[in-house]
Every structure is written in structure tokens, then in C-alpha cells.
């Protein structure tokens, strides 16, 4: 009788696979890894070696490596492979293969050593300490450190770089060209992955499991009691009893252990449950034998037991943990808070838990904090929440946390943002950890941006990389957006920099240290500060009030019916690629495990050893991705010049309404191709065309085939890239490039099946090879071998002398001599290298993707566009925007995908090339990142005036937000911005960056490290490594020495201010030049007594109609009423009519006739400013800097009869 187990671990454990059944336990099985290498070069023909006098060492790579394997494993365990690449493959466990590269490159550190220039002084020191290291370049190290002789030091130094580097790591051995790891990930190939349902087929597992788990725990309870029972020498004494019972392991009888020393420490009931256990362990190993065996080392304080069964025949896999039921299980929700990040008094003050299965079981907020007893009671009945306020610190907290959560014993443990709450949680001091087995959260891929973290035994849940892949287009993935894009009301009561203060005046800040921000939620929440009886605790109850409303707020977004739909393709995905459902959910290049593991079937090797993860790599592929987004874009705009696209793009900048936003997705290009090289790959397209009609999930879904595309379009956009680019420099130089073309392919054709054809491979013809074979005597005698028969050799012979002719006769034609070829000839076998990788890997062209699928789509997609009368209005790479007219018509064959659509929108021009778009998103903008602290690409002071000007923008305040950016563009000019203002910030590495003589540099305010100075800036710096490995300075000085370059400052500020207003004073340019038509126009009424009692009882009519009638009585509009009608001409043309309230504008356009009327000198020294009235009307607040007027006057009775200052001045003074 079966039974069905869920395996919740699944890996290689040293040379084992481990698989930990939930609530059975773990067992191993045996495992042979099949190692692979990178690709093996062949040896020089030898009339190549003898020709060109080489020194280097020619040898097979492949021959010489076999022949070192050879001394170590067996014939039967070692393959090799020819095609598609060399390479060589071998079966082996893990530690032997392991064994083996470390005996390979310590033999070879012993020959670099022996042949080294080190005194033999220096080598009889190192041949002394040399048994004693395992790892022999530790020995080597030991001596550098201890060396005093500069000589030695300096070739010691080259010893260990050269032992080190990786980059030299083949030539320093050829072992080295063995790939080490992917084990679990091969393992996972041949099982499953982990969270998966297994059929166990023999009854006795189970059974084997349990007692095995039992003995375990006994193991266990002995150790614990014997370590009570010894006190301080309890370490010494176990390891005794330790020594004895593996000493006699087996069939031994234990006799005479009361007359050992450590027995009477022990006392006579420990000793003789150690004996029993011992007895039960070879039961066991007789209930093992027949299926496998069970190892233990009494020396391991876990006492785990390993069952090592022979074989995996077991157990069968059966199926995955699906999303249904996750949800159905029981969840942790957690969301921890640290007020003061990134202080040196950072501390985790804050944790919110809600559990939850089907319904809300349990809600707590634990904290260091005290929040009173009265509102322990009253949040607990208002909002459902236990706070638990007792602990005495973070260590305190930790553990009452970690104790609330083994209690409920939750299956799933979700947080939005994993990474950052659970490895936070973890870097405490005490830590959190989980479940029976006590095992803390880890990191399962470090991959920056794709962290995935792992608790045993538990599901980490976390939305956010589900909603990075449905959801990539959003401006950004905040809790706050998101929320709002499903629907959800959520918005944050608090902001970091407030809570952060809110823990200061906790921990005793005074009052005059706080933001005026701060006081007025204090007040806002409990009222006058200066009636506060214990201000502590209100700060304490306002952080404990947001703390609750973000971890309420999870289960609705992970629960959302749109959020289970996604889940769905999940489940779909999961089994398509034969990944568990968090695996999928992660991230989209889950997707590639199946393409992953067919290339290794088919080529012998890994893929990421072809297109290796390196930094540079990335790099590459990141320019390459670059490069395919903006073919995208150049195939939209076909045939194109650049005066036309300056034109379009001057015609698209300015207020923007009801706009479609469509995506390209690389996929449908690469579809046949995908379908024809991994038959697979159909059921995932064919599943995309079944969802065509959800918008949501027909993008979700091209995610994953985008990525499932990405190897062949990164290989296809190296190629493309390369090739292109040496047309351009083809054509530059004024030559044509198919003929050099031509001229290149007769001479890859002539060296091919020659001694000289490795230089093919090298991609490097030199100019001795060159001129042989472009002159045909030489190239007969020296290349040309003839095959017996004369008749045929005659041919032969004339066919060649025409091929070198005519390439003669195209160099001839170009004006290029050999030298000058030569360049133009290992350039073109660069570039033909990129090709022939792909149709190694892929089987497939990149010539024929380019031309059949990619450019002819894109043009079809833009002319579809044009005759759907959808008029194109910007687009940004991959990224198309249209207006919504005409989308509907669209075809269904269209390669794009429709992802949302804006109500609004403006385009101006960007500060480096083309058109950039903003539009507005739940309470942030698309194009421009806009928050509280500095980034890497915008200061405070940008932040505040760019994101403040489209605030102003999109609200419908077109004049206000004009004035807004001027009134700042003058701050900055008047040198009124402060120097902290004009800072960039990286968060991750913790720099300031600023411009300071004309550079860009990068300083700390402090640093412990040793620093140097520097003449040039005159402050000290340190040295660190870039991300390409570079050295670069980052100078140490406080925020108020450094010096900024104004100038530059300046330059890219007034640029940017510029090019953001110019749209709109070009449109109320416009409105204005129309203003005399505008006023002849009928417009609505206001509705009936919406201006009652209105600035001393002005007429109830339409402000044009009124202003009409004032041009009529002879009256003049001046520029600011004239500016504020060209603003509601746009705020009616740009968008819908109630873009703004109608009040406003009318309120507006009345104060711009009657009070700025006169056109006199002092009007020049004024500003007003509307401010809503608090019994729903407005008032008018000017400002004056003429000498004979007040400096503030206001519409309202209490200012106007009264002559006091009013609260309408306050605010807009404020």
C-alpha cells in the first residue's frame, strides 16, 4: 500500500540527495553528479606551429584533459563530446570530483612554486608548513605574511593572484574547465522541486522514517539532559561518551562503560539510555539493509540519523502544491518597521502579525514601545489588534515574535517585500527562527532584484514579484499604488521620516527637534499638543495605528479576484516548466528550466557556461536589450528622416488626453523559431492565444515568453548589433559593404580545410596568412593540396585562381590594400563567430529572424495604427502610446499588447534625446520618480520643483504650475537653494553625488577607513571598487565644506526647467493669439447661486460671457488675464470638460477682470493667489511688494472690514 508525502526540501547535500517529507522527515539518496566543462580547444596543426614558430604550449584540450581525468576515474565514467561544441562529461560524486580539482591545482602550485624565482631559503620555509594546510595556498599566504625579504613578497603575491584569478584560472590548469555546481538544480531535473507531492511505493519508509525521527529526538533529550546534568565540563564529557559509543558501534556489548570516568559525571540513567538508543539504531539498520543503510556521527550535536536509501525508485512524483491550496492554508502575515533605518539607533521596534485561514484567526502588534492600557483596550475592540507592548528590547521582541508564530504553526508565511522583512528579522541579534526544527530565513538566490528567500518547512509568500511581472509597466510597485490599481482603499497615515521622529520624541527627542509636519499629526490624532498629559504614548499609539493599517491591508491584495486569476497562470506556468508555484510566481525566467535542462541534454553543457552570468555579461545583455528596444522603436517610424521626427515630436509635446498605452513583446517575433526549436514552446503561445481576450493576463502571460525567448533574443541582438555596427563603419569609410562582404566570405572559404583555419576560430587573420592566399602562386603551393587525379586538379586549380581573382579584383575596385583588408576581414569573423553560436545553441539564423518576423511586424503593426486612424503620440522604446480613437478596430494578428489607458498625460522634451511622457498614477507620475529623499538621478530641490509643478499641472492649475517652476527656477538663481538640496543620493552603497569643479564626485560625511588627500578637490577620500572593478574615489567631508559647481548645476537645471515649460507657453501662446475668437464663443452658464455674495456681489454669469462684455465696455484684458483664459481654453480642448471644478475658473477669470484690471504701475508689484473658502466659496489673496500697499490683502469681510489678518493670508503666506 502507497502512500502520499510532501516533499518540502529537495536538493544535493554533499554527495546525497536530500528530500525532507513533511511531517516523515529527510532521507538521502545516493548521487553520481554529471559534471560538464566549458567548451575545449583543438591543437595546431603542426605545420601551423612549425610555420609560425609559436611558443606557446600547443596541446588538445580536450585529449590532455581526459588523460588527467583518467588517472583518477574510469574509463566508463568520462564522455566526449564533439557537436555541436568540445566538450567532455563525467559521472562522478561530488566530493571525489571535488578531490580531484584540488589535488590538479595544487600540483600545479607546486610546479609554479619549484619553477618560481623565490630564494631557496624561502622554499624550504614553505616546503615546512606546507603538510600542514589541506588547502596548500594557505601555506603559501602564511609565508607572504610573514616575509620580510620585498623580492619574495612581490613573486609571492604573483603566485597567489595567479592561483586566485579567475579569469586565469584554465590556463593556470586545465582541471579548471570542469563547471562545478548546479547540482541541486540537475537534481531537481531528474525529481521535481521542492513543495511537491510524492507517491511513496514501499511501505516500510514510513515506518523506517518515524522511528528514525523518535531516536532522533531521544539522541537529543540525552544530550540536553547530560549537558544539565555536567554544567561548564559538559562539552569535554560528551565528547567522551561520544568517542565510546562510536568506538563500539554495531553489535558491541557496553559491558564495562560504568567503570569509565565520565560515567560517574554522567550518572548510571543517562549511560543507559545512550545504550539503549544504541540498540535502537541497530534495529534500525537491520530494518534498513535490504532498501539502503543509515549513517550517524555521534559527534554532530543536530544527532540526525541519515536513512541513504539505494536508489530513488521509491518514490514517484505525483503533482505540485497548487494556488488553491496555499490559499486555503494558514497564513502569517507580517510586517515589521524599523523607525529608524539606517541610524546607528536602527532597531526593529515594530512587528504587526494577522493569521489567517479562510478567516482572521489572531491579530497582534508586538512592541518595544508603550501605548497606555486604555488604548490596548480600545484598539483591540475597534480595530481587532492584541498589542503586546511588555518587551524590554529587540532581543525580547524577537522572541516573542518567534514564539507567537510557533505557536500558530502557519503553513504560509507572507510580507510584501520579503528580502527586507524576513532577512531584517533575521539580522537581529537574536533572530527569528521556525517550525520544530528551529531553522531560520536564507536566501535561495542572492541575484540582486531577484532575491528569493526560503523558510523550511513553510511557503514563503510574497506578492510583489507577482505583481513586477502582471504589473511591470506601473510606475513603480509601491504598496500604495498597487493597492489602489486593484481597487483596494489604502493610503499611508505616516511617512518614514515622520515615524522616525515619532520613535525620537518616544525615546525622549524634545519637541523643538521635530518637523512641523510631525506637530501637526500629533495634534491632528489627540488634539493640543500643550493638553497632552503623556506625549510618549501618542506617538507610541499613532506608529501602532499605521503599523495595523499595513498589515490589514495584505490579505485583501493576496486574496483579490484579481489577484486569484493571475494565480490561475501560475498553476499553468508551474507545470509547463516543471517549477513549484513559488518558483513561477518569483520570477519570469522560471520559465527557461525546460530550455535550460534540454540544452544540457543536447550539447553536454550548461547554458550559462556559453552565455556566462558574469557582471560583464550583464552588462552586454542589458546594451544588447537596449539596442532591441530601440530597433522596436526605429521600425515603428520607418523610412522616417530626422526633420520629420523632429517635427512629429515638437506637434506631440503638451497636454495630452485619453491616451491607450500598448506594449511590444518581443515573443511573437521569435515564435516560429521558439516553436521549431523547442516543440514545447507551442503549448506555451497556444495557451497565450487562449487568454487574448484578458488584457491582464494576455500581458502576464507574454511576460513569461518574453523570457522564454530571452537566450535566443540576446544571442540574435549580439549578432545584429555587431553587424550593423560594422556596416555603419563600413559605409562611413566610403566602401560598400557587400562587396567587402563578398571579398571576406572568398577568404573564409580559402582557409577553410587549410593548416591556417584556427584562425577562423580566433576571428584573427594575420597579414602574412592574408597575402598568401590573396596570391594565387603562393596559395597553390602552399595550402593547396591536389587529389591525384589530373583532369580534376586542372579545375580545381582554375576555380580557385577565379576566386582569388575576384576577390582581388573587389579590393582592386574598393581602393583597399591587404593591410588595410586585414581589419575589415577579422571584424567580419567577429561578427560571422556571433552567428555561428547561434545555430550551434539554437539551430537558427539570425538572418532570417531579422528579415522574415522582426522589422516587417513592427512596420505592419505602426501602418495598422495609422489605418485604425489611432494616432501614434509618443513612444519610448517598447512602449507605444496612442490616442484611444481607433484602438478598438485594431486586428487581432496586431504584435501588441494593450496594457492601460490614461486620462491624461504631458509630453515635453527630454533632457537627452526625443520626448519624454508624464502622466499621473494613483498619487505618483509615469517618467519621473518623485519622493522625499534624493536619488541617483534627481536632487531634493528637482524632486520638489518638477514633482510640485506636474502636482499643480494635473490638477488643473496650468498658470499656478507655471508660476511654481519660475518661482523655483528664481530660487535656485538667487542662491537660495540649500546645499543639501542639490545632492544626489545612492541608497544602496550609502554616497552622496555632487557636482564640484566641473566633475561628478561621490563622498561620505564619515568613514573609518584610512583616508588619502587630494589636491586637486583639497579633501580626504578612501578606495573602493566599482561594479566593473574599477577603482574609483570616494572623498570624505561633511555636507557643509563641500564646494559645489554652480555652473554645472545650473546648466542642467535652467535645461531642464526649459524644456518642461516650453510646451505649455507655447499653448498659451496659442490660446492667447485665439483670444479675441474665444470671447465671441458661447459658453455654459455657472450653475445658479454658486457665487453668491461673490467679491461684492459680481454678476452670476460665465466668465467669458462677463469678460465679453467688459472688452465690449472698451476695457482691457491684461497678460495674467489673458494667461488665465488661455488656461481654460487648454483646461476645456485638453481634457474632458470636468477637468477642473467650473467654480474654480470662474472665480479665476472674475479676478483676473476685476481686480488686475487697471494696468497701473502698482499691479506690476502684485500676487494673488485663490483660497478655497471654508463655507465652500473662495477669496482672493494678494500679495504686494509695492511701498503703498499693504502687504497682504484679502476678498474677505474679516480682512477687508475688519483689517486683520485673516487665516486665508496665513495659509497662502505659508
Known amino acids: 500500500m502507497s502512500i502520499e508525502c510532501l516533499a518540502t526540501e529537495l536538493g544535493a547535500k554533499k554527495d546525497f540527495k536530500h528530500i525532507h517529507f513533511s511531517r516523515l522527515g529527510s532521507v538521502y539518496i545516493d548521487y553520481t553528479h554529471t559534471f560538464s566543462t566549458e567548451i575545449l580547444e583543438e591543437a595546431l596543426p603542426e605545420e601551423a606551429v612549425r ?25 566508463e565514467q568520462i564522455t566526449e563530446r564533439e557537436g555541436p561544441f568540445r566538450t567532455v562529461n563525467v559521472r562522478a560524486r561530488i566530493s571525489d570530483m571535488l578531490e580531484f580539482l584540488r589535488y590538479q591545482r595544487q600540483r600545479a602550485l607546486q610546479v609554479k612554486i619549484r619553477d618560481s624565482e623565490l630564494e631557496e631559503t624561502e622554499k624550504e620555509k614553505l616546503r615546512d608548513i606546507w603538510h600542514n594546510y589541506k588547502d596548500k595556498i594557505n601555506a603559501v599566504k602564511k609565508l607572504r605574511r610573514e616575509t620580510r625579504n620585498e623580492k619574495a613578497a612581490s613573486e609571492l603575491d604573483t603566485i597567489i593572484q ?12 586545465l582541471a579548471n574547465k570542469i563547471v562545478t555546481g548546479h547540482y541541486t538544480e540537475m537534481i531537481r531535473w531528474e525529481l521535481s522541486h521542492p513543495w511537491s507531492y510524492y507517491k511513496i511505493n514501499d511501505d516500510r519508509i514510513p515506518d523506517i522514517l518515524k522511528k528514525k525521527e523518535s531516536l532522533e529526538k531521544e539522541l537529543r533529550g540525552i544530550r540536553a539532559d547530560a549537558e544539565k546534568t555536567l554544567g561548564k565540563n559538559a562539552k569535554r564529557t560528551i ?60 559527534r554532530d550535536a543536530a544527532d540526525e540519523i541519515k536513512v541513504i536509501l539505494d536508489s530513488d525508485r521509491h518514490f514517484e512524483f505525483q503533482r505540485y502544491v497548487d494556488a488553491d491550496e496555499i490559499l486555503n492554508s494558514r497564513w502569517c502575515f507580517i510586517d515589521i518597521e524599523k523607525p529608524r533605518f539606517d541610524t546607528p539607533q536602527e532597531e526593529v521596534s515594530w512587528v504587526a502579525i494577522k493569521y489567517y485561514e479562510n478567516r482572521v484567526l489572531k491579530k497582534e502588534i508586538h512592541t518595544s514601545k508603550k501605548v497606555g492600557e486604555g488604548f490596548k483596550r480600545k484598539f483591540l475592540e475597534e480595530k481587532g489588534f492584541e498589542i503586546k507592548d511588555h518587551y524590554k528590547d529587540e532581543n525580547w521582541l524577537m522572541a516573542g515574535v518567534q514564539a507567537s508564530i510557533n505557536a500558530m504553526n502557519p503553513k504560509v508565511l507572507c510580507t510584501y517585500n520579503t528580502p527586507y522583512d524576513l532577512v531584517e528579522l533575521d539580522k537581529t541579534e537574536h533572530g527569528l527562527e521556525y517550525g520544530k526544527r528551529r531553522t ?65 520624541i518616544i525615546d525622549g527627542t524634545p519637541l523643538e527637534q521635530v518637523s512641523s509636519k510631525t506637530k501637526a499629526k500629533i495634534t491632528e490624532f489627540a488634539g493640543p499638543i500643550a493638553e497632552i498629559e503623556n506625549l510618549e504614548q501618542v506617538c507610541a499609539q499613532i506608529i501602532a495605528s499605521y503599523v495595523g493599517d499595513d498589515v490589514e491591508i495584505l490579505p485583501s491584495l493576496v486574496f483579490h479576484p484579481r489577484m486569484r486569476k493571475i494565480y490561475e497562470h501560475i498553476n499553468w506556468i508551474s507545470q509547463f516548466a516543471d517549477v513549484n508555484f ?54 515603428t ?13 515638437e506637434r506631440a509635446r503638451g497636454l495630452q488626453k485619453n491616451l491607450a498605452h500598448f506594449v511590444i513583446p518581443s515573443w511573437q517575433f521569435l515564435r516560429k523559431d521558439m516553436e521549431y526549436r523547442f516543440p514545447n514552446a507551442k503549448q506555451l503561445f497556444e495557451h497565450l492565444d487562449q487568454n487574448k481576450d484578458s488584457k491582464e493576463a494576455y500581458y502576464f502571460l507574454s511576460e513569461y515568453a518574453d523570457a522564454f525567448c530571452k537566450y535566443l533574443l540576446h544571442a540574435w541582438g549580439t549578432y545584429i548589433k ?77 576555380a580557385l585562381h577565379d576566386d582569388i581573382r575576384k576577390i582581388n579584383r573587389t579590393l582592386k575596385q574598393q581602393g583597399l590594400e591587404a593591410r588595410q583588408f586585414q581589419g575589415w576581414l577579422n571584424e567580419w569573423l567577429s561578427v560571422e563567430k556571433k552567428r555561428t553560436n547561434i545555430l550551434a545553441s539554437f539551430a537558427a539564423d539570425p538572418e532570417n529572424i531579422e528579415i522574415l518576423e522582426f522589422e516587417q511586424r513592427i512596420i505592419n503593426a505602426a501602418s495598422a495604427l495609422k489605418k485604425a486612424k489611432a494616432k501614434i503620440i509618443h513612444q519610448k522604446d517598447e512602449h507605444i502610446f496612442t490616442s484611444i480613437e481607433g484602438t478598438s478596430e485594431l486586428p487581432e494578428d496586431i504584435p501588441l499588447i494593450q496594457v492601460e489607458e490614461h486620462q491624461k498625460a504631458y509630453i515635453a522634451e527630454d533632457p537627452e534625446s526625443g520626448n519624454r511622457i508624464y502622466y499621473p498614477k494613483h498619487g505618483y507620475y509615469g517618467g519621473i520618480k518623485v519622493q522625499e529623499e534624493p536619488s541617483n538621478h534627481f536632487t531634493a530641490f528637482e524632486m520638489r520643483a518638477y514633482g510640485g509643478f506636474l502636482d499643480l499641472l494635473f490638477n488643473g492649475h496650468i498658470d499656478n504650475a507655471v508660476r511654481h517652476l519660475i518661482r523655483e527656477r528664481d530660487r535656485f538663481r538667487n542662491n537660495r537653494v540649500a546645499r543639501k538640496e542639490l545632492l544626489f543620493f545612492i541608497k544602496k552603497s550609502k554616497t552622496y553625488q555632487a557636482y564640484v569643479k566641473g566633475e561628478t564626485i561621490k563622498f561620505r560625511t564619515s568613514t573609518e577607513e584610512k583616508t588619502r588627500y587630494d589636491v586637486k578637490y583639497r579633501m580626504r577620500y578612501v578606495e573602493e571598487y566599482n561594479k566593473k572593478g574599477e577603482p574609483e574615489r570616494i572623498y570624505i567631508t561633511p555636507i557643509e565644506k563641500i564646494k559645489l559647481d554652480r555652473t554645472k548645476y545650473s546648466a542642467r537645471i535652467e535645461n531642464r526647467i526649459a524644456k518642461l515649460l516650453r510646451p505649455l507657453q507655447a499653448m498659451i501662446k496659442r490660446e492667447r493669439d485665439l483670444m479675441p475668437t474665444a470671447l465671441e464663443e458661447s459658453y455654459p452658464n455657472t450653475k445658479d447661486r454658486s457665487f453668491d455674495n461673490w467679491h461684492k456681489g459680481e454678476l452670476k454669469e460665465s466668465p467669458f460671457v462677463w469678460a465679453k462684455k467688459q472688452v465690449e465696455q472698451g476695457q482691457v484684458l491684461n497678460d495674467t488675464a489673458l494667461n488665465v483664459f488661455a488656461s481654460y481654453r487648454i483646461y476645456r480642448n485638453g481634457f474632458r470638460p470636468d477637468f477642473e471644478n467650473e467654480e474654480i475658473q470662474c472665480a479665476k477669470a472674475h479676478w483676473a477682470c476685476n481686480i488686475i484690471n487697471e494696468n497701473t504701475g502698482r499691479s506690476m508689484h502684485r500676487e494673488q493667489t485663490i483660497v478655497p473658502s471654508s463655507r465652500g466659496g473662495f477669496h482672493i489673496v494678494t500679495k504686494s511688494e509695492h511701498p503703498g500697499e499693504y502687504r497682504y490683502k484679502c476678498t474677505c469681510e474679516h480682512n477687508r472690514i475688519r483689517k486683520k489678518e485673516c487665516r486665508h493670508i496665513k495659509q497662502a503666506a505659508a
Open 51 to 75: 610555420r609560425r614558430r609559436t611558443r606557446k604550449e600547443n596541446i588538445d584540450e580536450k585529449s590532455t584533459l581526459v588523460e588527467m581525468l583518467l588517472e583518477h576515474f574510469e574509463k
Open 582 to 635: 513559488q518558483k513561477a510566481a518569483h520570477t519570469a525566467n522560471a520559465v527557461n528550466n525546460l530550455q535550460k535542462k534540454d540544452f544540457f541534454e543536447r550539447t553536454g553543457t550548461h547554458l550559462d557556461t556559453i552565455h556566462k552570468r558574469t557582471k560583464a555579461q550583464q552588462r552586454a545583455e542589458n546594451r544588447i536589450r537596449s539596442f532591441v528596444k530601440k530597433k522596436k522603436k526605429r521600425n
Open 239 to 298: 565528547t567522551d561518551m561520544n568517542k565510546f559509543f562510536e568506538k563500539f558501534y554495531g553489535t558491541k556489548q557496553f559491558t564495562k562503560i560504568h567503570k569509565r570516568k565520565f560515567a560517574e559525571r554522567l550518572g548510571p540513567d543517562i549511560i543507559a539510555r545512550r545504550t539503549e538508543a544504541q540498540r535502537q539504531m541497530h534495529e534500525l539498520q537491520e530494518q534498513v539493509q535490504e532498501i539502503g543503510r543509515i549513517e550517524h556521527n555521534p
Open 440 to 504: 531560520r530565513a536564507k536566501k535561495e538566490v542572492t541575484t540582486r532584484f531577484f532575491e528569493r528567500i526560503n523558510v523550511n518547512d513553510m511557503i514563503v509568500f510574497d506578492p510583489l514579484p507577482i505583481l513586477k511581472i502582471a504589473k511591470k509597466f506601473l510606475p513603480n510597485k509601491k504598496l500604495a499604488l498597487i493597492t489602489q490599481e486593484l481597487g483596494l482603499e489604502f493610503k499611508k497615515s505616516i511617512d518614514y521620516r515622520m515615524m522616525a521622529e515619532l520613535e525620537n
Open 162 to 173: 595567479e592561483y586566485t584569478d579567475k579569469k586565469d584560472k584554465a590556463s593556470y590548469t
Open 722 to 798: 555587431a553587424r550593423d555596427e560594422l556596416d555603419a563603419r563600413i559605409r562611413k569609410a566610403g566602401l560598400d559593404y557587400y562587396r567587402i562582404d563578398d571579398a571576406c566570405t572568398g577568404c573564409r572559404k580559402l582557409l577553410k580545410g587549410t593548416f591556417d583555419e584556427d584562425q577562423i576560430k580566433r576571428q584573427y587573420v594575420t597579414i602574412k596568412t592574408l597575402e598568401s592566399i590573396l596570391d594565387s602562386k603562393t596559395y597553390i603551393s602552399d595550402y593547396w593540396k591536389p587529389t591525384g587525379r589530373e583532369e580534376n586538379d586542372r579545375e580545381l586549380k582554375n
Open 637 to 649: 517610424w520607418i523610412n522616417e528622416t530626422k526633420e520629420e521626427r523632429n517635427r512629429r515630436e
